[in-house]
């Protein structure tokens, strides 16, 4: 048998073996369903790309890098080093990113991932955030589920409002917000990121009792959090 030099060793080693793009290992994830590319941007589908964008711009000071079917960044959080994660796998197949990160880390499911998508059966810009339960139908979500084996994880609902009909499911939620309902929109998105960061330093129950509420609550700008 031909010997293999120590080099083409150390190539394989180095292919076979690689390291994540990211720097840190991260203790936590959160992740925003939605669908990749401009044609999807700002689409009702795509709340929850929205609030990892805003939580981007709150914490993040590199450049998102492509691994795990998704765009990631390291960022930190309440001291804890965060990772933020966008599966590229478009909606149905979310669970492929998910599943995949929490394997290679070793992650708990039930404290380590929190996820934030879209909900049609919640009125616009409502928000619920829940430590386990069935996906509602929201097929992001229901991926997310089946691929890790367990519903014990955090996730955030935010009401898209739903159409008339039936019918018309698969076009409204590609839809962008009307203008009326944006500013309550965006209102949700810093509320949920708020939430992410509570989840992140306090936990779950944490963040339910602040952001679990009956009406559109109010983001009071400069607000203790």
């Not at 120590?6 to 959160?30: D, E």
């Not at 879209?118 to 409502?126: E, H, I, S, T």
Request: charged content about 25%; proline content about 4%; overall charge positive.
């Amino acid at each position: 048998m031909p010997k293999i030099s120590c080099f083409v060793l150390n190539v394989f080693k180095s292919f076979f073996c690689r390291k994540p793009k990211n720097i840190m290992k991260p203790s936590k994830v959160i992740v925003g369903l939605g669908n990749p590319g401009s044609k999807y941007k700002d689409t009702r589908h795509n709340v929850g790309y929205m609030v990892l964008a805003e939580l981007a711009a709150r914490h993040a000071s590199g450049k998102p890098v492509n691994q795990f079917h998704a765009e990631c960044l390291d960022v930190k959080i309440a001291g804890q080093n965060v990772l933020l994660m966008i599966p590229t796998t478009f909606m149905n197949l979310s669970g492929v990113s998910v599943s995949e990160v929490v394997r290679f880390y070793k992650l708990n499911p039930k404290t380590d991932i929190f996820v934030v998508c879209d909900d049609l059966d919640l009125p616009v810009a409502k928000i619920r955030i829940r430590e386990s339960a069935g996906s509602g139908g929201q097929k992001g979500l229901k991926d997310v589920i089946a691929r890790l084996g367990t519903q014990d994880f955090a996730r955030a609902r935010i009401g898209i409002g739903r159409p008339s009909s039936t019918d018309q499911v698969v076009d409204f939620v590609l839809t962008q917000f009307r203008k009326d309902e944006r500013a309550d929109v965006e209102i949700a998105v810093k509320n949920v990121a708020d939430a992410a960061q509570i989840w992140v330093e306090r936990g779950c129950a944490e963040a339910m009792n602040r952001f679990n509420v009956d009406d559109k609550k109010k983001r009071v700008k400069g607000e203790d959090l």
